[in-house]
């Protein structure tokens, strides 16, 4: 049976602590999220098994809540830590758990950021693996280029994440591994990077895994093609889904209109939105490599009467009005089906609506955004359905 999570209001953070390290750890985090309020088991790999010593340079690549961010810190009195993550709610929440422990020697940033002219190099890397092989194959290649001859890298995950296969990749790249721990269904492996060089396998050279490099493809609508640049993390980051596609084949632009994307990944809906006549799109994402591929895309489009935001749901948009919100909501926090995020989506947007303004969204059937929408509105309509989707819209009536 499918696990729905509906208790915490979604814009509420929490504070609660963990032992971690055999040390308390107060943590901070909200919905949004996967799995926002717990010690995932992998966390506590990466806490357990690694020996640092008070100098090292370590480099975190996916930080949850910011818990296994702490551990490392206070390990490295005389060190430096640096923590990398797409997610910005992640990095937001890491922020605030590390400044809750007093911890302010750590540098968040996106491995978009992360130097790749050797001035950075590390003792050791720990990665938490992320959702989907081809992202976890780009961590590994930029833990890769950045150890020491001689560091380790730490990996962990689930197998329900793949973390069998993330270890099968780390040995075709470093030529060595061994497992160190099982737990609850989690692995930790260790990797050493050798001395001498050795050839990359032919899947580090893979366009959008080889850092400086994008994943591009092109999407023809209503007889215009459309420039796409992506990146491994993003949704659907090297096709275009069907979903997205029924949602654009019913969704009407107003001339001169203004149009928010939310959750807009590579940026194709709000690329719709300019192309058939908008006369101004924003665009936000909490996923900060879909931040870039859409400002890429839109730039390659040639593109000018938009505005990327990185921000959690409708966050970052602050008192700005709009005639149209077209999304392609996420309905997942990991493994569970999340109405948090949904019911959060559509309240914002009504508050950012102009009066007579429009909400529509594309959906999974089974997922009765209809219900939230109706609720909000006071009003739904289905434009488009089919056996697996249904596009639905609500009108911000006077």
């Known amino acids: 049976m499918m696990n729905i999570k509906t208790s915490q209001p979604y814009e509420i953070e929490k504070l609660f602590s963990v032992k971690l390290c055999n040390e308390v750890v107060d943590v901070i ?216 596609q029924m949602l654009l084949s019913a969704s009407k632009v107003i001339p001169g209109s203004k149009v928010l994307d939310v959750g807009c990944g590579y940026g194709l809906i709000g690329l719709f939105a300019s192309i058939q006549g908008a006369g101004w799109v924003d665009l936000v994402d909490y996923d900060l490599l879909a931040i870039s591929s859409c400002k890429e895309t839109l730039s390659i489009n040639r593109i000018m009467n938009t505005t990327v935001l990185a921000g959690d749901l409708l966050g970052s948009v602050g008192s700005n009005k709009y005639d149209l919100i077209l999304s392609n909501p996420p309905f997942h926090a990991g493994q569970a089906v999340d109405f948090q995020i949904a019911e959060a989506m559509i309240r914002q947007s009504y508050q950012a609506l102009n009066s007579d303004g429009q909400i529509t969204i594309v959906a999974n059937r089974f997922i009765p955004y209809d219900r939230l929408i109706n609720e909000i509105f006071g009003n739904v309509s289905c434009l488009i359905e089919s056996g697996r989707f249904h596009v639905l819209s609500g009108k911000k009536t006077r």
């Open 29 to 244: 985090s909200k919905p949004g999220l996967p799995d926002w309020d717990q010690l995932l088991p992998s966390t506590q790999l990466l806490a357990d098994y690694p020996k640092l010593s008070p100098t090292d340079r370590v480099l975190l690549f996916g930080c949850h809540n910011g818990a296994l961010g702490v551990c490392i810190a206070r390990h490295l009195p005389s060190g430096w830590l640096s923590i990398i993550d797409h997610n910005l709610i992640a990095l937001e929440m890491t922020r605030k758990t590390l400044a809750a422990n007093n911890i302010s020697s750590a540098n968040l940033l996106t491995d978009i950021d992360l130097p790749q002219d050797g001035t950075h190099s590390y003792d050791a890397v720990y990665i938490q693996i992320p959702k989907g092989r081809k992202l976890t194959r780009r961590w590994l290649l930029q833990a890769f280029q950045g150890l020491i001859p001689g560091g380790y890298l730490y990996i962990s995950g689930s197998n329900k994440a793949g973390i069998q296969s993330s270890i099968k990749d780390g040995m075709e790249l470093f030529g060595n591994g061994r497992t160190l721990a099982y737990r609850k269904g989690n692995r930790i492996s260790q990797f050493v990077k050798q001395p001498e060089a050795s050839s990359l396998p032919n899947w580090a050279l893979a366009p959008g895994i080889k850092p400086g490099t994008w994943f591009e493809f092109s999407i023809t609508l209503s007889d215009h093609c459309y420039q796409i640049r992506s990146l491994p993390g993003v949704f659907s980051f090297d096709h275009l889904d069907a979903g997205t």
